[in-house]
């Protein structure tokens, strides 16, 4: 089991920053490709962001590239499977939403939400005009 905290949502202005984060814990070791997804009211669940175990791979929703990257930060003890971030820049009305994390056991990118097995709660991002 896979448990996803995410944090660092807020309300900013358009062209602002902010960082999201999201820790990760789990009971056993294994390879976790996580990433961003995030919903809009009224809209479905997007791919953002997704990075691989290694953080040696990364790939991006082309309405973020450029603006957004994602980074993880992998653990050395035993207990927290690590904690994975989402840079985001140039912030625009349309990155409004709310933010979630998702992990799945891959040694392959992947960018759609059913591929994923875990989901945090997930954290709201709201850009003013």
């Known amino acids: 089991q896979v448990e996803l905290v995410e944090s660092g949502g807020g309300l900013v202005q358009a062209g602002d920053s902010l960082r999201l984060s999201c820790a990760a814990s789990?009971?056993?070791?294994?390879?976790?490709?996580m990433a961003w997804f995030r919903q809009a009211p009224g809209k479905e669940r997007e791919f953002v962001a997704t990075i691989s175990w290694t953080g040696g791979n990364t790939n991006y929703a082309d309405s973020v590239k450029g603006r957004f990257t994602i980074s993880r930060d992998n653990a050395k003890n035993t207990v927290y499977l690590n904690t994975v971030y989402l840079q985001m820049n140039d912030l625009k009305p349309e990155d409004t939403a709310r933010y979630y994390c998702?992990?799945?056991?891959?040694?392959?990118?992947?960018?759609?939400?059913?591929?994923?097995?875990?989901w945090g709660q997930g954290t709201q991002v709201t850009v003013s005009s």
């Open positions: 998702a992990a799945k056991q891959s040694i392959v990118l992947l960018t759609t939400s059913d591929d994923y097995d875990y």
């Open positions: 789990r009971r056993t070791v294994s390879n976790y490709v």
